[in-house]
């Protein structure tokens, strides 16, 4: 049977600690840099390898668990966090043995700089650790210890045989000493409190936003089904009651015809989860442009100006081709109600931009391997603060009957679940919509769609 532990995901540690120990490329740089100049002019002036074997042993040590970090992927089993954390105390305790190593020479200026270096230490710890992870722990503790350590160091440094030797000092030692480590140790686990605090305020503000979602979507669905049902089911009655064979077919033929949009309903919710069976494929877009211009004509009345225009260096794209009819019918459909009945509404099929393709999120992918079709409008715009909204599911600016507010949301799910992403921008000049979308199977294949 397998281990619980090892079939976790243990990436989000993983990734703490990568935000963590490695920060900027320049921070770690600078990091290692004051770790060798450091060392290399201690050496020099103590005049023993003993810092030399140190800076090399901690420089092997601390740079293979750096290595390590930038390899991480998610998903990160139990063994690699846990040899990533043996990585992590083993060099905690190189460091914090050299900053004692150094305090214990009787040079006043050796001392100062080993302190400093712990202090540093500290203050690192405590900007670094944002939840009680193993490493955290032992970091702290380590740091803490070795904090004692200098202190009592001092009381038996202390030539107690002194006849004006006064206890008191001895005293003042101690009570700093543990006063400045337990300081320490506190303000630790104050930090890591606060902001465990914190992350579980953003998980129950996240997870309130998505009841709302969840709660809202219930109530559209409920509700359009609802009216598509008492549709159905008024005209089956009235079939029921009905004598005349043409008036029966009537009734049944109103009664399928809602039971259809409920079937399209169902559809537009599969897409906007991204649920929908895509059967995806190669389409010529000579082809598709020349079925869809008659579609338009019947969608769109003759005091709109309609156009679409097709650049010859995007000739194909690959996705379902039924549900890319649909997208573009749908984002037709929301420019013509909006201009009112009249205007201009322009579509164009072309490359992706660079910007586009950087928006889909995948980096690796060069631009030419994505095509866009774009849908422009002239009318009034969509208001900036409705923007971020207009894809959310049964959000309409529409009067009541003319939409169900799930168009954009599927249009958006189509795309990304075709390995592409849809963008909208507006302004009191007019609204543009693209659609970008992978234009060949083996890059859709290597995105995993």
Not at 39 to 62: D, E, Q, R, Y
């Amino acid at each position: 049977m397998a281990n619980p532990h090892e079939t976790e995901d243990y990436w989000p540690m993983v990734e703490s600690m990568v935000k963590a120990d490695i920060g900027s490329w320049t921070e770690l740089a600078l990091r290692y840099t004051t770790v060798i100049l450091g060392g290399f002019f201690m050496t020099i002036h103590i005049g023993s390898p003993v810092i030399a074997i140190w800076l090399i042993i901690f420089l092997a040590l601390n740079g293979y668990y750096s290595f390590c970090l930038t390899k991480m992927k998610p998903p990160t089993s139990r063994t690699v966090y846990m040899r990533l954390t043996t990585l992590f105390i083993t060099s905690v305790i190189a460091y914090s043995s050299c900053a004692v190593y150094v305090f214990l020479h009787d040079d006043m200026s050796f001392r100062a700089l080993g302190v400093t270096a712990l202090v540093a230490q500290g203050m690192f710890n405590l900007s670094r650790h944002r939840h009680g992870s193993i490493s955290a722990i032992f970091d702290t503790v380590i740091v803490a210890l070795a904090g004692l350590i200098m202190g009592f160091y001092l009381i038996l440094q202390t030539d107690h045989t002194r006849i004006d030797h006064d206890m008191t000092e001895d005293m003042i030692i101690v009570v700093c000493t543990i006063g400045v480590c337990s300081y320490y140790v506190i303000a630790q686990y104050r930090n890591i409190q606060t902001h465990v605090s914190l992350r579980n305020a953003r998980i129950e503000a996240i997870q309130t936003q998505k009841m709302k979602a969840v709660g809202q979507i219930t109530a559209g669905v409920a509700h359009d089904f609802n009216n598509l049902l008492t549709v159905i089911r008024g005209n089956i009655e009235l079939a029921e009651l009905a004598e005349d064979p043409e008036e029966v077919a009537t009734t049944l033929k109103d009664a399928k015809l809602a039971a259809d949009r409920a079937a399209d309903l169902t559809s537009q919710l599969l897409s906007f989860s991204r649920k929908a069976r895509l059967e995806a494929s190669k389409i010529d877009l000579v082809s598709f442009w020349s079925e869809f211009g008659k579609i338009m004509n019947h969608s769109v009345p003759a005091t709109i100006e309609t156009t679409i225009s097709a650049n010859p260096d995007l000739r194909n794209l690959f996705c379902d081709r039924g549900q890319l009819q649909n997208a573009v019918l749908n984002l037709l459909i929301n420019a013509r109600d909006a201009l009112q009945g009249r205007g201009k509404i322009e579509i164009y099929s072309r490359r992706a931009s660079v910007a586009e393709v950087k928006s889909v999120g995948r980096k690796s992918t060069h631009y030419s391997a994505y095509g866009a079709i774009e849908i422009r409008d002239n009318g009034a715009g969509i208001p900036p603060d409705l923007l971020d909204s207009v894809t959310e599911p049964f959000f309409t600016t529409k009067k009541v009957g003319q939409g169900s507010g799930l168009g954009l949301s599927m249009v958006k799910g189509f795309t990304e679940q075709s390995g592409g992403n849809l963008l909208i921008s507006s302004s009191p000049r007019g609204t543009r919509v693209v659609m970008v979308l992978p234009t060949d199977n083996g890059l859709a294949q290597k995105l995993g769609y």
